[in-house]
Structure formats: C-alpha cells, structure tokens
C-alpha cells in the first residue's frame, strides 16, 4: 500500500511538473509580442510626425531632411524588429496554438514594415531623379522653373 502511495505521489508531481513546463513559454511569448508590437508600431509612427504643409514642395530641402531623418529612424528600428521577431519565432515553433497566433500576427506586422520601408525608399529615390533632372536643365517641379522652361 505504501508503495503504491509513494507511485502515485511521484505521478501527480510528474503530471503536474509536465502541465507547468509549457506556462512560462506563453508568459515569455506574449511579453516579447508586446514589445515586437511596439518596434512595429513605432516604425508605422515614423514619417506621420511631420506633415508636409501644402506651400512646401516635395522636394523642398526641409521636406527631404525630414524623409533622410524617417531613412535614418528606420535603420534603426528594423533591425531591432526582425532580431525581436526571430525570438519570437523561436518560442512559437514549439506550441501549435502560439504558432499559428505568430504566424497571423507577422503577416501584419510584414505588411506594415514593408509598407513604410518601401514608402521611404520610393520618396528618397523620386528625389534622387529629381536632382539628376535638375542637372539636365529639365523642368525641376516648380514655377520658377517652369517659367525658365518657356523662355
């Protein structure tokens, strides 16, 4: 009898130690999404900080240090992102629920970096063709200019 107490004993600690094993994984899984979620939020935030007035010109000088300045804040960020996600990749591999929460949540968190990256990347390409215009003698985007062009 006492045999079979000592068993079941050392059973129900068994059990219980495999139940908790999986706890702290979740806890450390939704604490790092929380902080993937706020790298993310922060590189959607770069860029809306500063509206361009409507009597500045896109390429006007403080319009263009304003977009190096989100170039600049995004290298910054991203990498920081994706080291964050590869953590939490790591963790959401081992549980198929967490798995499946980070595979949905990393297609928006994707969607929204590449949005923004590729966003700058195209305005500070438009300015680059723009100064190479502005070399060739073409129209540089203003009225000034434009009045050159008719002379």
Partial sequence: MKKMFKLMVVMMM???AVMTAGCGEE???NKLKGEVNGVVNQI???GTEWERPATISFYDPVNVQHIERNEARLK???PVY???VKELEKIAIKDVKLNK???EAKEDWDTKVRVRVEGTKDSLKSIAEHK???KTGDWDGTFEGLEKLAK
């Fill in 76 to 78: 910054e960020l991203v």
């Fill in 101 to 103: 929460d980070f595979t």
């Fill in 14 to 16: 068994v059990i219980a």
């Fill in 44 to 46: 959607w935030a770069v």
């Fill in 82 to 84: 994706e080291t964050k």
């Fill in 132 to 134: 190479n215009k502005k």
């Fill in 27 to 29: 806890e450390k899984y």
